[in-house]
């Protein structure tokens, strides 16, 4: 019994789970893995293999898995409010928690509006900026523009300004047409280019769509500095002052969607903080609850806010979600922004940041591998004259150098969880070579 507990189930799994992001048969071949509990950055499997999770498990676990802070925290909430709706009603963990965000963007983006994942938060953005136009007499601009590669979700509505063929194409009849503009890509720099260069052609691009089309455009959506799941694909800071100014200039609302660079993960805890700008949307989801809780929000500036302020029901905003608020998981996220503060966690993570760069040298300068990049506690390199089926066979042999890594095409990327220590680190890198040797000589 005991023995065969691990194919079990795998068995039982595959019988009536539907994974995500997943073409089921593919696990013919592919190992699943039986999670069985997890500790600080490492997953453990049924029969005592374990996996460090360097991908922070899609990206939302900031803080290791089994947190005892965040432990602590949820178990005091569980005995306390679990959920109370929150039209008509209000509490403590949502009050706090928009409290603080609001005081982190030093108040310019005051109120918050809660959901529970990603792609909600997204909707729920451009569903605002296009009913605050309408609110404000402009119910003509009702168009979104989106960057080239750009992933904001896979909902029908974030799907639209999301361009990433392999999500998209299948769905095209159903979506709404979005204007997409140039990517700032710091990669597509030509010979003698800098990557702030590339920043002002991209926002060049920019300024001929506004010109040409301002008066109909709602809002910009961007993923500020990395576009993460098209590949790590990094620019320069300058091309969000550039699309700021452009956005005052031109009348459109600038929608900065967070969801995965928030939270510090690109060094400030905004990414936005690095180019000096703040938004008049900013979507937040996946690390804010520590990777405990599905929860996500978006923070708007006052005039948008005032925008819907009125004694006429149908001004008003009047989206919902059941769980929009949740206390449960909006104390995870007071105890996520707690232990920023308590262990100064973006100084500790240039740290780690430094050491694991450092580690990772022998990959950055590899003869198969090109644009090795850095921001942050975000890491990637793509392989040159990647090998069939590269992405799967990097998973399937990670799995065997105890790591959790799933490449996006033929880009290798890190987005650790930021609890790792120095030998965890050290072990990361010397496993990553190790897996990229073996997966590149086929
Ligand atoms: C993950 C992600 C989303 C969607 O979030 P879900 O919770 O998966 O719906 C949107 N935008 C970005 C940038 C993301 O990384």
């Keep these: 019994m005991e023995l065969n507990k691990q194919s079990d189930w795998v068995a039982r799994s595959l019988r009536s789970v539907w994974h995500p992001c997943t073409q089921m048969q593919h696990h013919e071949t592919i190992p699943l893995i039986p999670v069985s509990r997890g500790k600080g950055a490492w997953l453990y499997d049924h029969e005592g293999r374990r996996y460090l999770d360097a991908i922070s498990s899609w990206w939302v676990n900031l803080f290791g898995h089994a947190n ?171 091309y969000l002052q550039l699309v700021r100014a452009l956005c005052d200039q031109h009348n459109v609302h600038l929608i900065l969607d967070e969801i995965a660079v928030g939270c510090g993960r690109t060094g400030t805890f905004f990414a936005c903080e690095q180019a000096g700008v703040w938004p008049d949307f900013l979507c937040l989801s996946k690390g804010i609850s520590g990777g405990y809780l599905p929860l996500s929000l978006v923070m708007t500036r006052d005039e948008i806010y005032q925008a819907f302020y009125s004694n006429d029901v149908t001004r008003g905003f009047l989206h919902s979600h059941s769980y929009t608020g949740n206390p449960l998981a909006c104390r995870a996220a007071l105890a996520t922004l707690q232990i920023f503060e308590e262990d100064d966690i973006l100084n500790a993570n240039r740290v780690k940041a430094a050491r694991l760069t450092q580690a990772l040298q022998p990959l950055a300068q590899h003869q198969q591998v090109r644009n090795f990049r850095q921001r942050g506690m975000i890491w990637a390199f793509d392989a040159i004259d990647a090998p069939k089926d590269f992405s799967r066979r990097f998973f399937a042999t990670a799995t065997e150098h105890e790591l959790l890594m799933r490449p996006i095409g033929s880009t290798v990327y890190m987005m650790p969880p930021y609890i790792l220590s120095d030998e965890e680190i050290d072990g990361l890198a010397a496993n990553t070579l190790a897996v990229f040797n073996k997966v590149m000589a086929g």
């Design 68 to 238: 005892p802070r965040i432990n602590a925290a949820l178990k005091d909430q569980l005995d306390t409010l679990e959920h109370a709706m929150l039209a008509g009603f209000t509490h403590e963990p949502v009050i706090e928690l928009s409290e603080k965000l609001s005081a982190l963007t030093g108040h310019v983006l005051g109120h918050s509006f809660y959901a529970s994942d990603g792609a909600s938060a997204v909707e729920i953005a451009l569903k605002m900026s296009f009913h605050s136009w309408r609110n404000n007499g402009h119910a003509d601009k009702q168009e979104f523009v989106c960057l080239k590669g750009s992933y904001h979700g896979e909902t029908i509505g974030a799907l639209a300004v999301t361009d990433v063929a392999l999500f998209k194409d299948a769905y095209g009849p159903l979506l709404r047409a979005s204007q997409t503009v140039m990517s700032p890509d710091a990669r597509a720099a030509a010979e003698g280019e800098t990557a702030q260069d590339v920043a002002r052609r991209a926002a060049a691009d920019v300024e001929r769509l506004f010109i040409e089309r301002g008066d109909k455009i709602a809002a910009i959506i961007i993923e500020p500095l990395v576009q993460c799941a098209t590949g790590m694909a990094m620019h320069d800071p300058l």
